[in-house]
């Protein structure tokens, strides 16, 4: 079966770059959350999406944005990077929000990135 | 304090031990998730649960929504059930509130 597809796995850019990571939901779902987890941490959320709107926001920078597009992939976009932005950001998705019970979250394998 | 509290931080067991991981959350839910995430990064989401309990081959979760206390249960441990263990609530929000996991390492 399908699952959360992530990309790309691993990204090394320096401070100040520009990064962009995405996330391609398992087919028929319409809702993505990014998660970010730092070495050591918990994950963090950082924002949601709901049928193309942002659903719910987190600890996500200024710095940061992202968005869903019209085929329900999202795009994580990361500026003026920082050596604290270094961590694993997560994507998953669901068919609904989790808001209503009984929607289950599935987990991307993650993108690895790395800030020198 | 943390919403959510899992015990204990760190297991080490002998396959074939049977094992259990406890959560406690402070905070109304919506559901409460199992997780799974091995060295390297990837999770797994393992059981959702807003009551009672469910089970997946040697894997059983149970939930008591009065006393916002949850517990995974590993029977026959194996090696390969190695990993970190997650709990993490869900809410009025889209957001999961994570506990800090719980190491196990199953050795032959």
């Known amino acids: 079966a399908a699952g959360v597809i992530q990309s790309p796995r691993h990204l090394i850019k320096e401070k100040r770059e520009t990064a962009t990571l995405k996330c391609y939901p398992i087919p028929r779902h319409d809702t993505v959350y990014w998660y970010q987890q730092g070495p050591g941490q918990d994950p963090q959320f950082l924002i949601s999406?709901?049928?193309?709107?942002?659903?719910d926001k987190g600890s996500i920078p200024d710095r940061f944005s992202a968005q869903q597009f019209s085929d329900y992939h999202s795009e994580l976009n990361m500026s003026s990077l920082e050596l604290g932005d270094s961590a694993l950001y997560f994507c998953?998705?669901?068919?609904?929000?989790?808001?209503?019970?009984?929607?289950?979250?599935?987990f991307g394998e993650g993108s690895w990135l790395t800030v020198v | 304090k943390n919403e959510v509290e899992q015990s204990p931080q760190n297991l080490t067991a002998q396959e074939g031990e049977f094992i259990t991981i406890n959560c406690s959350y402070s905070v109304g839910i919506s559901a409460l998730h199992w997780l799974q995430q091995h060295p390297g990064g990837g999770i797994v989401s393992l059981f959702m649960l807003s009551s009672g309990k469910k089970k997946h081959g040697r894997l059983i979760a149970t939930i008591n929504i009065q006393e916002k206390h949850s517990s995974l249960h590993i029977t026959a441990s194996h090696p390969r059930d190695s990993a970190v263990y997650i709990c993490a609530v869900s809410g009025n929000t889209d957001k999961l509130i994570f506990g800090t996991g719980t190491r196990l390492q199953v050795f032959p």
């Open positions: 999406f709901y049928e193309k709107m942002q659903s």
């Open positions: 998953a998705s669901s068919l609904g929000r989790m808001i209503e019970v009984g929607n289950t979250i599935y």
